[in-house]
């Protein structure tokens, strides 16, 4: 018998030698690894992300702790989760109730935190996206989504110019979530509503000395 | 294997009588209806143009854009001129990380192999993610018919359901309703949902969150879409604003995935092209608030089982047409519907497919083919264009959307052998051979203010002109034909008052003046017919 994958297959390689094409070269002469320098990078991030209301606090890194016990406390923020691999030291001046996260806490209990603070992969300033790999200093995807507010701390120096210089520093096998903004929705006449499932506040500390 | 036995064979387009693929009218009668829409009509005014302007604004700002559309056209036309090899790479690295791949002929195999997948997890629910091949297919109402309710969890394709409606614009479904609407929509359909909810749209936006988050947190079994497949590293993608996606791709025990097979991408460095095209020429912004990318499955994190269903549905059909197949390189932005005059009038229903607007003209006939019979509704769809060219202009990866349309046109013409038009054309021209006949048919044609409506259109006339009627409305004719006129007292000096005018006009020797003047009524005039004709 012939299976369905057999026969899509046969069906293909029919169609194309009905239709045969020449090969294509693929041309690439969009801008690629563009490099520019900190200030200009940390203006443009900054712009963009505030273009997309999310907030911005830029600081030194000896200064995380407090500017994220600053956010949290200004937000009424009482119960934080933290992926496992979370540096402590970030949540050291906060003085609500930091819960760390683990595969087998089921989503409802995250629903219950007031907010998530999160480390993260790359940024693209041209963008404004902000982009979480997975990684132990991120935790999995349903802690960074599930609760109102995301903190996401982001290094400058990861921070490249545009989005091919930002994807290159992707391992493309982790599971990537690309965030520009908080979560939004323009599908009522057209009128942008921000936080619709998605956290509906996105605030990026941004350290630039790093 | 598959055996190689000579010639190959025309791969079959979707079979007739499944799916969205074929609406229940004619393009230009469906328009009709819509045409009679006046909120319709606001609404898809107000939001293509405010969609086109964000659009330009945002692509403008990119010296390399067109660099990029060059790039996202090749890498298209090269993922299909490799299609074979590049669906088995990606079938080999989703198994390898964990994910099973079915492959489904048609929408009825594909249909079948959700339904199963989802029986196998002992649900009977499942919240979905916006996505048109799922639309296509048909599957909310398949699964419903197998006992499994579908929810759908974008706000949009939410408030499309809710109504029992069907989605207009590829981007905004919902763009044919209004805040109002929506409201009573919510209030009528939505279990325990607050009596005093009003229309402001960041109310109504909460509103849906409090219904679905429920539904995000209990539902075990969740199906997508896919905007691109990587077959480098197995990797898929969904790009989305509101996070239902990314609440869908996570939160469930089991994934499902419906992709057509015209989605996959060789390397997964081309993401550096299309995650610039996309968003821009979509929502008009520079990135979309989500994009979730995930290979097979991680451990710990996300549904721990996956599944991707690779559907053809006519997607050979179409890759087997040496001009047609560039259709499918469409990364479904929907920026060819939001510049189009005739789209922007009609709406999407007129168009009776998942796939409506310039693309949808185009693809819908490749997919699911054009029938012999003259009141196929398909076959009207590559005349539902004015050729204006605005969604070629439009389109991130340079699909030559009315090129491809005349093309259809012609094998349309060559299928039937005539068209409406045709035929019309062809009475014109028997009368006009003959002065008698024509002068006689001037007068009949005076009368023709007689069937008009009170708007001065007609709508409807008999055969051989019916034709022509059915897919526009009519001027009426004026009252005197210009061989009348021109002989009446009336014409003689209204053409003595011209020529003196032209006279006065030389002595002064300002001719420029007067030819504008008449350019600009010329135009005027044009701009006039142009609204009758398409409106
Ligand atoms: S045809 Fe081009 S412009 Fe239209 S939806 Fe597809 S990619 Fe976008």
Redesign the interface.
Known sequence: MTTARDTVLGRVRDALALAPTPATVVPRAYRTGRVLPDAERLALFTDRLLDYKAEVHPCTADRTAQVVAEVLRDRGARRIGVPTGLDPRWVDAYDGEVCPDSADIPAPELDALDAVVTASAAGCAETGTIFLDGSPDQGRRALSLVPDLHLCVVDLSAVEAGVPEALARLVPERPTTLISGPSATSDIELERVEGVHGPRTLVVVIRTDR | ??T?LGM?????RSPYGTGNLRGDEAFPRAAHHELGNGQLRR?LG??TT??RAKRLDVTGEL??WE??R??GS??K??A??R??EL??QLEHKVTE?GGTV????DSA?ANEIVARLVKATGSSEVIKVKSMATQEIGLNEHLESVGITPYE????EL?VQLAHDRPSHIL????HR??DE?RQIFLDRIPGVDPELDNV??H??AA??AY??QK??TTKVAVSGANFG?A????LSVVE????G??C???PDTLITVMG?EKVLPR??D???F??LLPRSS?G???????????GV?P???PQGFHLV?L?NGR??A????IG?AALNCIRCSACLNVCPVYERTGGHAYGSTYPGPIGAVLTPQLAGMHAAADDPNSSLPYASSLCGACFDACPVKIDIPSLLVELRHQHTEQTGTTPEKLAMKAAATVMKRPALYRGAQKAAGLGRAVAGRDGTISRLPPPFSGWSDSRDTAAPPRQTFRAWFASDEGRAALRAAADEHDRGRTREEPDRSQDESDRSRAEDHRNHGEDGTA
Not at chain 2, 241 to 244: I, Q, R
Request: aromatic share 6%; charged share 20%.
């Open positions: 294997m598959s190689f190959p064979a025309r791969p079959p609404n107000r939001a405010t969609i010296p390399d660099a990029l060059d790039a090749a890498i036309t090269d299909m001129n299609l074979p669906l088995e990380h079915h492959w489904a002929r195999e969890t974008d706000l949009a408030i905004v479904p919902a763009i209004n805040r929506i749209p960041a109504l936006a849906a969150r679905l988050r995000f947190m990587i480098e590293t197995g990797t604003s509101e996070g239902n990314r609440m791709l996570t939160l097979i997964y460095q993401l550096e092209v995650l610039q929502t912004e520079r990135m979309n608030p989500y994009t979730s990318l995930w290979t991680t710990g994190d996300g690779l053809d050979t059909a890759l087997a047409d040496a197949r």
